[in-house]
């Protein structure tokens, strides 16, 4: 089983290209699982037809902590894809990392892992804050390896590098290894040159650079990923290439 943690700011993309990664995977013949981890809890939806799924936590707060099933919080999507939200507190109330460390739990206490068996397990985290609860994947024992999406906005690339420095303060512990930047473009001026800097400051690499498309608005106007909804477009075959780009990283990697 390969764990992967895909970090980035906020509205980068990073949902997006999770989604689709767990779809390309999928159809290379991976059992795969992706776990939400943003309050927002839309990161599977587009492997759902565009419905959200009830999350850990509201499954927690209806039915009570010792009566929640796996299939209360695991959904079956695309092309068998096992989609799981770990969901966000009341707003107002409580943390929203304490809801990933809450929905992590769960998924070990029920035997998730065992009873799935995935090849791959994909965490959507999201990267503005990385404390606490989303810092779970990295120092948890929990993923592997971390990707970071960015793009060469600036904000980005400052999330970007408060991750790296996170996963190089827990490196010495054994824990997550920083795989490389993926960088979701968005057309700013220089955006190739200033992602491969930030990559090279980070003692990292591009992994691959994926083109703004309008597939991908497209797509999710369907409830859909890219690879779903468009399978034959050019967009579709950049998230396939990236899903082999990464196996050939971290293979490099062990």
């Known amino acids: 089983m390969i764990k992967i943690a895909v970090y980035g700011k906020g509205g980068i993309g990073k949902s997006t290209t999770t989604s689709n990664l767990s779809a390309a995977f999928s159809k290379m013949g991976y059992r795969v699982m992706q776990i939400g981890c943003d309050p927002k809890s839309d990161s599977t939806k587009n492997l759902m037809k565009g419905v959200k799924i009830p999350t850990v936590l509201d499954q927690i707060r209806e039915k009570g902590t010792d009566n929640i099933k796996l299939e209360d919080i695991v959904f079956e999507g695309y092309n068998g894809v096992l989609c799981v939200e770990a969901g966000g507190p009341t707003p107002g109330i409580g943390c929203a990392g304490r809801g990933i460390i809450t929905a992590f739990e769960k998924l070990e206490e029920l035997g998730a892992y065992e009873t799935y068996k995935p090849d791959i397990v994909l965490y959507d985290v999201l990267g503005d804050v990385v404390c606490g609860g989303f810092a ?26 408060n991750i790296s420095h996170a996963i190089q303060n827990f490196g010495n512990r054994g824990y997550a290894k920083l795989a490389g930047f993926i960088q979701n473009s968005r057309n700013v001026e220089n955006e190739d040159e200033l992602v491969a800097k930030a990559a090279s400051e980070n003692e990292t690499t591009v992994v691959k650079i994926i083109p703004r498309d309008g597939a991908v608005w497209t797509a999710e106007q369907q409830g859909k990923t890219v690879v779903e909804a468009l399978p034959e477009s050019d967009m579709a075959g950049e998230y396939k290439n990236l899903a082999e780009k990464m196996l050939e990283v971290m293979k490099d990697g062990m």
């Open 136 to 161: 779970m994947p990295i120092r948890g024992g929990y993923a592997d390896y971390v990707f970071i999406v960015t793009s060469g906005e600036m904000m980005a690339l400052f999330a970007a590098t």
